[in-house]
């Protein structure tokens, strides 16, 4: 949390300057996690504590036949690692993708191997409490591999997970998609794709029903290897398909739903651009028609990961760089409007190899990037980096108007709201408050936080309920005799 001072000072400065930020934020800190050998980090969320949680895999905390194992760090806001978990079977297991329960636990998907040395894989799903204790693992699949690559959490609290399977369907590998109850039980599961490679790499819940999952296609499109945006229902019957890139490989390796109804898409391209691969961002309306592109990169070799939708309509673009920075390879985060044009961007690595997979939000309105490092700690490191308020391309006399009563509400993140939103309360004044979420009839839907307040800032986080439909909201704060608001838009 930070100390209210410094906000009061900074809203002061924005009281006379209204100026509109653009600069890049600093490094707040990195740090490093790990045993003496090799520790990822493939994923990261923000928990409503301050703090983060990532999951990976680690062989520096295993023995016997066991290769890898399932690897948690759980962190403070400072950076402060809190506890670890390695969690597997017998043999070798991987986490690709985490996500927050309603309980405040996480669930996590990934691989499994189903004997020592094989190639054959299971996909693996484990639930654990807010601790990381393993609460249930289920596994999913056939006699040959498949594995999970990203996991959402469903509007009845069940599961979605999307990854690719070679037991299963039409080619070589195919789309795979299994919906579970809250249990892990399997309600459905479906496989997606032609006499060649497919494989889905994201998956989101669309807020009018069903779900949208990208990932790459040799079965379809016009290259080697193309985009391939499946849109389904919510038995996983297919409403649209289509691809996107050019002769060579592309692959979308996340997709979010936008406000507008549409689809954001980012991944990486060979077939356009300046170099070997791109970054490739996508962006396209409900139909899933492209609408624009954009490709940023050098000569070298250029890979995007991960983004964050933010307020404002802008994206972060997060993944590794070769040919800025360290040639063997360094984050590289990339800031842009709501057209995909580039505001600014930022390297982290040193002089050996690092990829950046996972990212998020801060309570803040900062972020938390997540990878790996060979530059620091041991042969491989877990490398969390926490950027610092991101001011880019917001007005800050939007803060203006509440200073002079003595509270103001930060910019909620991320705005709209997918699942979870943080924000600051800035007060001048101590006493009774009420932080609440209104629908725009006045009903009261949530509520944040109720009781006494000291002088100062406070961060606050809300997980949306399933009860709480898409639509306009207002997030309304009062302590003493002082009121502050502000609209967020909610997708489901």
């Given at each position: 949390?930070?100390?209210?001072?410094?906000?009061?000072?900074?809203f002061?400065v924005?009281?006379?300057?209204?100026?509109v930020?653009?600069?890049?934020p600093?490094?707040?800190?990195?740090?490093?996690?790990?045993?003496?050998?090799?520790?990822?980090?493939?994923?990261?969320?923000?928990?409503?504590d301050g703090g983060?949680?990532?999951?990976?895999l680690?062989?520096?905390?295993?023995s016997?036949?066991?290769?890898?194992?399932?690897?948690?760090?759980?962190?403070n806001?400072?950076?402060?690692?809190?506890?670890?978990?390695?969690?597997?079977?017998?043999?070798?297991?991987?986490?690709?993708?985490?996500?927050?329960?309603?309980?405040?636990?996480?669930?996590?998907?990934g691989?499994?191997?189903?004997?020592?040395?094989?190639?054959?894989?299971d996909?693996?799903?484990?639930?654990?409490?807010?601790?990381?204790?393993?609460?249930?693992?289920r596994?999913?699949g056939?006699?040959?591999?498949?594995?999970?690559?990203?996991v959402v959490?469903?509007?009845?609290?069940?599961?979605?997970?999307?990854?690719?399977?070679?037991?299963?369907?039409?080619?070589?590998?195919?789309?795979?998609?299994?919906?579970?109850?809250?249990?892990?039980?399997?309600?459905w599961?479906?496989?997606?794709g032609?006499?060649?490679?497919?494989l889905?790499?994201?998956v989101?819940?669309?807020p009018?029903?069903?779900f949208?999952?990208?990932?790459?296609t040799?079965?379809?499109?016009?290259?080697?290897w193309?985009?391939?945006?499946l849109?389904?229902?919510?038995?996983?019957?297919?409403?649209w398909?289509?691809?996107?890139?050019?002769?060579s490989?592309?692959?979308?390796?996340?997709?979010?739903?936008?406000?507008?109804?549409?689809?954001?898409?980012?991944?990486?391209t060979?077939?356009?651009?300046?170099?070997?691969?791109?970054?490739?961002l996508?962006?396209t309306?409900?139909?899933g028609?492209?609408?624009?592109?954009?490709?940023?990169?050098?000569?070298?070799?250029?890979?995007?990961?991960?983004?964050?939708?933010?307020?404002?309509?802008?994206?972060?673009?997060?993944?590794?760089?070769?040919?800025f920075?360290?040639?063997?390879?360094?984050?590289?985060?990339?800031?842009?409007?709501?057209?995909?044009?580039?505001?600014?961007s930022?390297?982290y690595?040193?002089?050996?190899?690092e990829?950046?997979?996972?990212?998020?939000?801060?309570?803040?309105?900062?972020?938390?990037?997540?990878?790996?490092?060979?530059?620091?700690?041991?042969?491989?490191?877990?490398?969390?980096?926490?950027?610092e308020?991101?001011?880019?391309?917001?007005?800050?006399?939007?803060?203006a108007?509440?200073?002079?009563?003595?509270?103001?509400?930060?910019p909620v993140?991320?705005?709209?709201?997918?699942?979870?939103?943080?924000?600051?309360?800035?007060?001048?004044?101590?006493?009774q408050?009420?932080?609440?979420?209104?629908?725009?009839?006045?009903?009261?839907?949530?509520?944040?936080?109720?009781?006494?307040?000291?002088?100062?800032?406070?961060?606050?986080?809300?997980?949306?309920?399933?009860?709480?439909?898409?639509?306009?909201?207002?997030?309304?704060?009062?302590?003493?005799?002082?009121?502050?608001?502000?609209?967020?838009?909610?997708?489901?």
């Amino acid at each position: 949390m930070k100390k209210s001072g410094m906000n009061i000072w900074i809203f002061a400065v924005l009281l006379v300057t209204g100026l509109v930020f653009s600069q890049t934020p600093d490094t707040l800190w990195a740090n490093h996690y790990g045993g003496g050998l090799w520790d990822y980090a493939y994923d990261v969320r923000s928990t409503d504590d301050g703090g983060f949680i990532t999951a990976g895999l680690s062989n520096s905390y295993i023995s016997g036949s066991i290769e890898l194992m399932m690897y948690l760090v759980k962190t403070n806001g400072d950076g402060d690692m809190l506890w670890y978990k390695v969690i597997g079977r017998e043999y070798s297991d991987r986490g690709y993708s985490i996500q927050i329960t309603a309980d405040g636990g996480y669930i996590i998907t990934g691989s499994s191997e189903a004997n020592a040395g094989s190639d054959a894989l299971d996909v693996y799903l484990v639930r654990t409490d807010s601790n990381g204790d393993t609460l249930w693992t289920r596994t999913y699949g056939g006699s040959l591999k498949d594995e999970g690559e990203c996991v959402v959490v469903t509007e009845d609290q069940g599961y979605m997970i999307a990854g690719y399977t070679y037991s299963y369907g039409a080619g070589d590998k195919d789309f795979y998609l299994i919906r579970t109850d809250s249990s892990g039980d399997t309600l459905w599961t479906k496989t997606y794709g032609g006499s060649g490679d497919d494989l889905a790499w994201s998956v989101a819940v669309v807020p009018d029903g069903g779900f949208i999952v990208s990932g790459r296609t040799k079965s379809y499109g016009a290259g080697s290897w193309d985009v391939w945006l499946l849109r389904i229902d919510a038995d996983g019957e297919m409403i649209w398909n289509k691809t996107y890139g050019g002769g060579s490989w592309d692959s979308g390796l996340e997709v979010q739903c936008t406000p507008d109804g549409g689809f954001i898409v980012h991944g990486y391209t060979m077939s356009f651009g300046a170099g070997n691969t791109d970054y490739y961002l996508l962006k396209t309306d409900a139909s899933g028609n492209l609408l624009w592109s954009r490709t940023y990169g050098g000569s070298h070799y250029d890979n995007g990961t991960c983004i964050e939708q933010l307020p404002g309509g802008g994206y972060l673009l997060g993944g590794y760089t070769k040919s800025f920075g360290d040639t063997d390879g360094d984050f590289w985060i990339i800031r842009t409007d709501a057209n995909g044009d580039s505001l600014w961007s930022q390297i982290y690595g040193g002089s050996g190899i690092e990829a950046l997979n996972g990212m998020d939000l801060t309570l803040d309105g900062g972020y938390i990037l997540a990878g790996k490092t060979r530059s620091y700690g041991s042969s491989s490191s877990v490398w969390l980096l926490r950027i610092e308020q991101d001011l880019t391309g917001i007005d800050e006399s939007e803060y203006a108007q509440s200073i002079p009563s003595g509270l103001a509400l930060s910019p909620v993140t991320p705005n709209p709201v997918l699942s979870h939103m943080a924000f600051d309360l800035n007060t001048m004044v101590s006493g009774q408050a009420d932080v609440s979420v209104y629908d725009l009839s006045g009903r009261r839907v949530a509520i944040i936080h109720s009781g006494q307040l000291t002088e100062g800032t406070h961060s606050f986080m809300w997980t949306v309920p399933q009860t709480v439909a898409s639509g306009t909201y207002i997030v309304r704060a009062s302590c003493a005799t002082l009121s502050a608001a502000q609209r967020i838009a909610v997708i489901r």
